[in-house]
């Protein structure tokens, strides 16, 4: 089973780094996966990437486009069993074409969101919701979801009648 995050840069995690990971340890430790698969931005995505190399489990470094990395950036490039490239060059639109690719190669979500319905993370449980992927969110505070359980993906009939 291949398990993806998606979160917060620092700006808007600050402060909350180490229980962040602490729940990213305790998800991968409970869910068991195959693979974790890392959009490798600095905040929820490295501290995911953190936590795969730490448990020692295959890491899928999804990157947005080719650049130079930095240093801690490049210490998961050459953990990485698979390190995916969305584009060779910066693109209006590499960040969501690298989040899309996550959402289909996973099974599951670990979302890292404050609940403000804006930006990638948020268009990113969006798109993983759509595909009927099963999303486990980060509990930011007393009032948060603990996960979004699909139901299955509608059915098409011979006829092309569409079933819920």
């Known amino acids: 089973m291949k398990v993806m995050v998606t979160g917060h840069r620092p700006e808007r995690i600050t402060g909350r780094e180490q229980e962040i990971k602490e729940w990213l340890t305790k998800k991968v430790e409970e869910l068991k996966p195959s693979d974790c698969i890392s959009g490798m931005a600095q905040g929820a995505d490295q501290i995911f990437a953190e936590v795969a190399y730490e448990k020692n489990i295959?890491?899928?470094?999804?990157?947005?486009?080719?650049?130079?990395?930095?240093?801690?950036?490049?210490?998961?490039?050459?953990?990485?069993?698979?390190?995916?490239?969305?584009?060779?060059?910066?693109?209006?639109?590499?960040?969501?074409?690298?989040?899309?690719?996550?959402?289909?190669?996973?099974?599951?979500?670990?979302?890292v969101w404050d609940g403000n319905p804006v930006g990638g993370t948020f268009d990113t449980?969006?798109?993983?919701?759509?595909?009927?992927?099963?999303?486990?969110?980060?509990?930011?505070?007393?009032?948060?979801?603990?996960?979004?359980?699909?139901?299955?993906?509608?059915?098409?009939?011979p006829d092309g009648l569409t079933l819920y």
């Not at 801690?72 to 910066?90: I, S």
């Open 58 to 111: 295959p890491l899928i470094c999804a990157w947005p486009y080719k650049r130079q990395l930095h240093p801690v950036e490049q210490k998961y490039h050459d953990y990485a069993e698979v390190n995916y490239l969305a584009f060779h060059k910066y693109q209006p639109s590499c960040y969501t074409t690298r989040d899309k690719w996550m959402v289909d190669n996973c099974d599951i979500v670990l979302a």
């Open 125 to 157: 449980i969006e798109y993983a919701k759509s595909n009927y992927k099963k999303i486990f969110f980060f509990p930011w505070n007393e009032d948060f979801p603990i996960a979004h359980i699909p139901m299955d993906p509608p059915q098409k009939t």
